[in-house]
Antibody, heavy 119, light 107 residues
């Protein structure tokens, strides 16, 4: 069965970077784009960007342009999201997600990774 | 960018009540709209795609309708396990924006 398993919680200082991983299984990794969505505590869902695991090309929401990098390691079916220049406003749960239809709605989600930015 | 407006932001209803949540977009998106359910402490779960296509395993009391700019998620008979926050999401074009969410509680 399809599974997306994310790395564990992180605590970072302001100005630092964080890299979250999303290990996939149960399907061919290169077929479906990996998307990243975040959710601050008590807030709504915010789409951050997508990555095509086959070619490695990406598309980022304008808000995160220049600060987010999405990559992958096809040998271990794992996607990564790195966010730099962290501030307290980046404290959130980060999710990876895929949509198997070819459209950008998401039918499988990772369990989420809590990132806390605090001095 | 297309703006999404979900209403109400929260509601409280009795078990067995019919519940309706609305999602409006600032421009037409045809039927490229999905609905998600997020229970407390959990990740989102896809309920409906293409505005009205119920995902496999989702109870039939959930239904979606609409096209263009106005969409509706309906729970025909609210159950205790439906306590959650519900989000709409457009996917006609980048960015794939979510609505602000509607928190559903039991009265």
């Amino acid at each position: 069965q399809v599974q997306l398993v994310q790395s564990g919680a992180e605590v970072k200082r302001p100005g630092a970077s964080v890299k979250v991983s999303c290990k996939t299984s149960g399907y061919t990794f290169t077929i479906y784009d990996i998307n990243w969505v975040r959710q601050a505590t008590g807030q709504g869902l915010e789409w951050m960007g997508w990555m095509n695991p086959n070619r490695g090309n990406t598309g980022y929401a304008q808000k995160f342009q220049g600060r987010v990098t999405m990559t992958r390691d096809t040998s271990i079916s794992t996607a990564y999201m790195e966010l730099s220049s962290l501030t307290s406003e980046d404290s959130a749960v980060y999710y990876c997600a895929i949509g198997r239809s070819g459209y950008y709605y998401f039918d499988y989600w990772g369990q989420g990774t809590q990132v806390t930015v605090s001095s | 960018d297309i703006q999404m407006t979900q209403s109400p932001s929260s509601l409280s209803a009795s078990v067995g009540d019919r519940v309706t949540i609305t999602c409006r977009t600032s421009q037409g998106i045809s039927n490229y709209l999905a609905w998600y359910q997020q229970k407390p402490g959990k990740g989102p779960k896809l309920l409906i795609s293409s505005a009205s296509a119920l995902q496999s395993g989702v109870p039939s009391r959930f239904s979606g309708s609409g096209s263009g700019t106005d969409f509706t998620l309906t729970i025909s008979s609210l159950q205790p396990e439906d306590v959650a926050t519900y989000y709409c999401q457009k996917y006609n074009s980048d960015p794939w924006t979510f609505g602000q969410g509607t928190k559903v509680e039991i009265k």
